[in-house]
């Protein structure tokens, strides 16, 4: 039998430290290794297959899709990315879409469109305040943008124009903008960067800011979003209105696309601005549009909340059992639970002999993306396997 580690070690770059289990198949909230043995999934591939592994709706427009038209480019005119765009405008609060190929080129694409609007009506305005710990991507300008020194040391001299301020204090905000600044860049909850939920009303105070000062605000939803948190996008969970917002992640079930939405005031490219070679690409389109109106038709998004809550209480119950769980917390079905001290690579291993997998998130935390249509009993042979887990630590 190919030892597929073996490879990876002689052929593969050497950027991350991987689980030692090469996983072969999925199905709904479960995957298998090579050895067959069978895990309960609360990674779901990184908060992306929202409807689990190899949906039905979502393999079957893909494909379709293969079978009819692959790849064009954006100077044609196509379908699915047309369909996807008008469903992703009817159901929110931006106006006009361009569909690319992940998180970190929407983000790319959002602080572009800043910078443009900067220019354009704003004297030339081109800073963005981001905070500190956020995540929004390993492009250059993305690290530059996200808010952690580490990601940020080995690639200096990194791109100018953004600043990382302290996180959910609007005063921070506040101090750090200037005549130069064009747009404040927000996740609604700090994903990465430790699943760090801001206070409720810290959103407002910034969307306030921000039209008291004629700038704009981006949302990175590239996590929260397509129903992560039990809103069908995270600005929903605070009653506000972002005027730029990108999209990844759960947005195609599994398959890579990303979306960079606008409201119309603030979408200023004009012709010859932006494009990408797989820009709007018909297959990750009909997937992401299959994905979308599957989540909207069937509620997964209101799945996603009350098995969140289920979830969250039934770890908390965890968190009085076991003195070294020191904190539990998110929103929907992105939650974390945090040790007094550095054992999450241990919980982790533990999950994994035991069946599931779950995501090191910091050294003492462990993050919970499952898919959202996990349910209730779901939920329960999760927390048996953590419990499990949480004793042998433990003992
Ligand atoms: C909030 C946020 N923004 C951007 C990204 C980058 O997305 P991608 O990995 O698709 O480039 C991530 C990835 O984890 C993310 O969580």
New binding site residues.
């Given amino acids: 039998m190919t030892d597929w580690q073996e490879l990876d070690s002689k052929y593969y770059m050497q950027t991350i430290v991987r689980i030692p289990v090469t996983l072969v198949k999925g199905e709904g909230v479960r995957v298998w290794d090579d050895k067959d043995k069978e895990y309960l999934d609360f990674v779901g591939g990184?908060?992306v297959n929202c409807l689990g592994h190899c949906h039905p709706v979502v393999v079957d427009a893909v494909t379709e899709q293969v079978h009819t038209l692959m790849q064009t480019s954006l100077w044609y005119y196509t379908v699915p990315m047309l369909r996807l765009a008008e469903l992703l405008v009817k159901n929110s609060c931006l106006d006009r879409v361009f569909i690319c190929n992940?998180?970190?080129?929407?983000?790319e694409g959002a602080v572009k469109l800043a910078r443009r609007y900067g220019h354009l009506k704003l004297n030339g305005a081109y800073e963005v305040i981001t905070t500190i710990n956020?995540?929004?991507?390993?492009s250059l300008a993305?690290t530059a943008a996200s808010g952690q020194s580490k990601m940020h040391e080995p690639y200096i001299p990194l791109p100018v124009g953004f600043v990382n301020v302290v996180n959910n204090d609007i005063e921070a905000i506040k101090a750090a903008t200037t005549d130069k600044t064009c747009a404040v860049m927000l996740?609604p909850i700090?994903?990465?960067g430790g699943v760090n939920v801001a206070d409720d009303d810290y959103l407002k105070k910034v969307r306030d800011w921000c039209d008291q000062k004629g700038i704009l605000l981006i949302l990175?939803?590239?996590?929260?979003g397509i129903g992560r948190l039990g809103t069908l996008f995270g600005y929903q969970l605070y009653g506000i209105e972002p005027d730029i917002m990108?999209l990844?992640?759960g947005l195609g079930g599994g398959m890579?696309v990303?979306a960079l939405l606008a409201k119309e005031k603030a979408a200023v490219f004009t012709l010859g601005d932006h494009n990408a070679t797989f820009g709007g690409n018909p297959v990750t389109s009909a997937a992401a549009y299959a994905t979308l109106k599957y989540v909207i038709d069937h509620d997964v998004v209101g799945n996603a909340a009350k098995t969140g809550q289920y979830l969250i209480a039934k770890l908390k119950d965890l968190q009085k059992k076991y003195s070294f769980v020191t904190d539990v917390r998110g929103r929907g079905l992105l939650l974390a639970m945090e040790f007094s001290s550095d054992i999450g690579q241990d919980i982790l291993n533990a999950c994994l002999e035991n069946g599931m997998l779950v995501n090191r998130l910091k050294p003492n935390a462990i993050r919970l993306i499952p898919p959202l249509i996990i349910t209730n009993s779901d939920v329960d042979e999760a927390l048996a396997i953590l419990d499990k887990s949480l004793s042998s630590i433990s003992s």
Avoid: C, I
């Avoid at 992940?102 to 983000?107: D, H, I, K, P």
């Avoid at 956020?134 to 390993?138: E, L, Y």
């Fill in positions: 990184l908060a992940s998180g970190l080129e929407a983000n956020s995540f929004h991507g390993r993305m996740e700090q994903a990465e990175d939803e590239v996590q929260t990108t990844a992640k890579p990303g």
